[in-house]
């Protein structure tokens, strides 16, 4: 039998779609209590409100953020209300860093507008320091249990060129080696940081990316399940590492793909 989670909260950074919100899902169906940080325009609310009020039908508490947390005054103000709404007993047990916001530009072009240095510094920022931003200040806030999970999202581009992705290539390439870092100097903390690279998941993300049609097309061809992964296929994996029989896996990339990246 699970233990009681009455003190224990997820914390997902870009939780109102895609992984993140699959996440969300999962997690409150384990007992769970959900905070969820997102920014996502007016007309979007009311579909967002739907998989809120899902989460919330499982018996869970939940606190939502329409705030951009991807800025130092919108991080210390979640993190603030955050603190003010716990109880005694609260922690944080597992972070899961969602977040998908990059250029995806083509670094030749025949004119202007090519990749600029600033679009790699906004990618990076937003797609890999963050993680940082946001761990350093809820051990600042002492909001993490004393068994942590760190988790966030690579993607084979972070090792495997594809047109256009060089942005968040290197993101997600900032990205691991941070988790790493993570991993080993704050261990004593108890943290235990972790990263999924999920295969090809039909995320709206993932839809942006130029030709992601014919990526789509590839990767079918190459997994030996013959599907694409899911979300749901990755929120279980952001279910297993936060049990404790994984507490001994830590500073690592974990393929969740069905075989997608064996050929």
């Given amino acids: 039998m699970e233990i009681k989670r009455d003190n224990q909260w997820v914390l997902v950074l870009g939780g109102s779609s895609g992984l993140g919100l699959a996440s969300a899902h999962k997690m409150a169906s384990h007992g769970y209590n959900i905070i969820i940080v997102h920014r996502d325009r007016r007309s979007d609310l009311p579909q967002i409100e739907s998989e809120f009020k899902k989460i919330k039908s499982q018996g869970i508490k939940l606190m939502a953020f329409n705030v951009d947390g991807l800025s130092a005054d919108g991080r210390s103000a979640i993190i603030n209300d955050i603190k003010n709404g716990f109880l005694t007993n609260d922690v944080v047990k597992v972070f899961v860093h969602s977040v998908a916001k990059g250029s995806l530009k083509p670094m030749k072009t025949d004119g202007i507008g090519g990749l600029s240095n600033q679009d790699f510094q906004i990618t990076t920022q937003a797609m890999s320091f963050s993680l940082y931003d946001w761990v350093k200040d809820l051990i600042v806030a002492q909001l993490f249990s004393e068994d942590a999970r760190v988790l966030s999202f690579t993607s084979e581009g972070s090792s495997r060129v594809i047109k256009n992705y060089a942005a968040v290539s290197v993101a997600k390439s900032a990205l691991e080696s941070l988790t790493r870092s993570i991993a080993l100097e704050f261990a004593s903390l108890g943290i235990k940081a972790n990263c999924i690279q999920a295969g090809v998941t039909l995320t709206k993300s993932f839809k942006m990316i130029p030709g992601s049609d014919l990526i789509e097309k590839h990767a079918l061809g190459r997994n030996p399940n013959n599907r694409l992964t899911t979300p749901e296929d990755v929120a279980n994996v952001v279910y297993l590492l ?22």
């Fill in 242 to 263: 936060s049990k404790d029989e994984a507490k001994w896996v830590t500073g690592t990339v974990i393929k969740v793909d069905g075989g997608e990246s064996l050929r």
